[in-house]
């Protein structure tokens, strides 16, 4: 039957659900000759039946849709199981002034059409259909409102299958019946029982099949889609970590970030920080670039999914778009080439080539000696060791706008990968949190090496880690000497008047959550080692940071001095927040007890944590007892 016209004049013409209805019958019991009062559907649940719709006939009816005219004769014969079924009663609106009666007749008889079919993919329909019947039953106008749009989305969903019933798409096997069931529902408690009862097999059974196709259980699987849409409100919404668990299903937050942690190697606060980073808009209020403290165990990506190969590169492998600007760099570069190969003597030299093993625990050649490293998010950490990169993105550039006044834009968080490719890099540089397809798409340019990120990293090991790939470790042992001999002179020379159980932690305000830091990282060492604060019991289960608390636990459990890394117009507002009564309470904020020094200081190269180091000096100096 061809569904356009159909189709077409539901679009045109408005419905009113007029009834929904539930039914279950017992094995034996017969509804004969029931006349419909109005239009509508009939969709089969579960059980055994034999149907009868004027005409139509269904032998099977399990997950059966039958769409009837007002006055079709019903008849439903139960077999051996109890048999459930749903009832859609609606009427078209006639409401088209300036038709004729003849026309409207025509249009009408569209919807006298009966038909019946089995649904390829019944749980679309089962969820709507129980939704639908969940808000009629409550009665009330806003409810019905709501079942008109779930109505349509129901008529939507059924002629979708309609029409794929007739290019005769096979049925979904039962394990992809499960995983649709999953994706439509993680949002709400699922158990095995549930499934077993949904599907009728046996919990053992369902897992069997569902483990030869996906490689998991279905709860494993649960969780993996629970946390995958987690990753993804984290990294492209402003919703709060809070939030976010609450609606990929967990009401207690500790146990997701649990969870999180397990799953992918860091807290959703970390997660969050990292995702932040790599964004390239302008900052907004309380919107952070990274984090405090560093983490620990396993990085964000598996080691197992990240076994990329090295591809050259190639114009047909790069799915951009070619601005003229590349072109043009294109062909100048190829000219280049086509003259340099036209001279025999001028063989080019091949690269010599070392294996490195990344923060990602893959292994990959680079160059012993790189000379043009496009460097993403790191690009200062080349300075001290006497190298720029050939290309960063315009954050870095943003804060050292005289020391690499002579360096590529590549744009702002990850970069354009035309301006990436027309650089013609020898190795690209960037944090190990980014996706697989970032390293992906930028390994077949260069090869692509990720580095360990702390959020606040240990500039001292990050800066070995440079001074390993660019083999400069002479000159990276060089500054990281000058720098412990600085900090050493901080221990020795700087007095700070507390008492020995004087508490402090350190922190940042995004949203109205606490993201607290830990005892690592540059900035949590000189706190909890060099100054000599301590951490409030309280505080010591999240030691290792990364950890995201309610504003109410700064009250609750509170500290004697704060550490922020806040931005200027970031302070401005935790200060406005901070003069409400309730907050007046805590030691901290009563006694101005606030040391704040930016994060773009700590998280992007030696020489700027250099400068936090003296403005966090500074601070401490002036503090009274």
């Known amino acids: 039957m061809e569904w356009l016209e159909t189709i077409r004049l539901w679009n045109q013409t408005p419905v009113k659900v007029l009834d929904i209805r539930h039914f279950t019958m017992k094995p034996g019991e017969r509804l004969s000759s029931y006349s419909l009062p109005s239009s509508g559907f009939l969709f089969a649940n579960q059980g ?127 394990a992809t019946q499960i995983a649709q069931y999953i994706q439509e529902h993680f949002q709400k408690p699922i158990a095995m029982e549930t499934m077993a009862k949904r599907f009728h097999y046996s919990t053992h059974y369902l897992v069997k099949v569902f483990k030869r196709k996906y490689g998991c259980s279905p709860i494993e699987y649960v969780v993996q889609t629970r946390i995958n849409r987690a990753k993804s409100l984290l990294a492209d919404t402003d919703a709060s970590i809070r939030e976010v668990a609450e609606n990929v299903g967990y009401t207690n937050f500790y146990y997701f970030s649990r969870l999180f942690k397990k799953q992918t190697g860091e807290t959703p606060t970390q997660f969050k920080m990292h995702s932040l980073v790599s964004k390239s808009s302008t900052n907004t209020n309380f919107t952070l670039k990274s984090f405090i403290a560093p983490r620990s165990g396993q990085r964000y990506i598996g080691n197992n999914d990240n076994h990329y190969q090295h591809d050259a590169w190639r114009v047909d492998d790069m799915n951009v778009s070619f601005k003229p600007a590349f072109a043009v760099t294109l062909l100048f570069s190829l ?57 960063v993105n315009q954050e870095i550039l943003d804060l050292y706008p005289e020391k690499m006044a002579d360096v590529a834009s590549i744009g702002k968080g990850t970069g354009n990968i035309e301006a990436i490719s027309a650089l013609e890099p020898d190795l690209i540089i960037l944090s190990d949190f980014h996706d697989k397809a970032t390293f992906e798409q930028y390994q077949k340019i260069a090869p692509t090496i990720a580095v360990a990120w702390g959020g606040d990293p240990d500039v001292v090991n990050t800066l070995r880690t440079f001074g390993d790939i660019m083999n400069r470790k002479t000159e990276a042992e060089s500054w990281i000497a000058k720098f412990e001999k600085k900090l050493q002179g901080i221990r020795e020379q700087t007095h700070i008047p507390i ?72 302070l401005k507002q935790t200060m406005q927040l901070f003069s409400e009564p309730v907050y007046q309470t805590i030691p901290a904020v009563k006694n101005n007890h606030i040391i704040n020094v930016s994060r773009d200081k700590w998280n992007n190269g030696p020489y700027l944590v250099d400068e936090a180091v003296d403005s966090l000096i500074e601070q401490i100096s002036q503090i009274q007892p």
């Open 499 to 570: 008492k020995a159980d004087t508490t402090a932690i350190s922190f940042i305000i995004h949203k109205g959550e606490v993201l607290l830091g830990g005892e690592g990282g540059t900035l949590g060492k000189l706190i909890y080692q060099d100054f000599g604060f301590q951490m409030p019991e309280q505080f010591k289960p999240y030691a290792d940071g990364g950890t995201a608390l309610s504003m109410e636990a700064l009250v609750h459990r509170p500290a004697d001095y704060f550490f922020t890394q806040m931005t200027d117009q970031e």
């Open 48 to 174: 055994e039946a034999r149907l009868m719709l004027d005409e139509i006939e269904t032998s099977a009816a399990k997950f059966q849709v039958l769409h009837g005219e007002k006055g079709a004769s019903l008849n439903i014969w139960c077999l051996n199981q109890p048999f459930e079924y749903y009832l859609i009663l609606y009427k078209p609106v006639q409401e088209r002034a300036g038709q004729s009666s003849f026309e409207r007749e025509d249009r009408m008889a569209l919807f006298r059409q009966n038909y019946a079919f089995q649904a390829l993919y019944p749980l679309p329909l089962i969820s709507l259909v129980e939704q639908m019947n969940q808000q009629w039953s409550n009665r009330n106008e806003l409810d019905k409102l709501q079942v008109n749009g779930l109505f349509y989305q129901f008529v939507h969903e059924h002629f979708r299958q309609l029409q794929m019933k007739e290019i005769k798409i096979s049925e979904p096997d039962l």
């Open 335 to 391: 000219t280049l080439l086509l003259a340099a190969c036209s001279g025999a003597s001028d063989v080019a030299k091949p690269i010599e080539t070392r294996s490195y093993t990344d923060a990602l625990g893959r292994q990959m050649e680079i160059p012993v000696q790189p000379k043009r490293a496009v460097v993403i998010t790191y690009g200062g950490y080349l300075l001290p060791l006497g190298l720029k990169p050939v290309g």
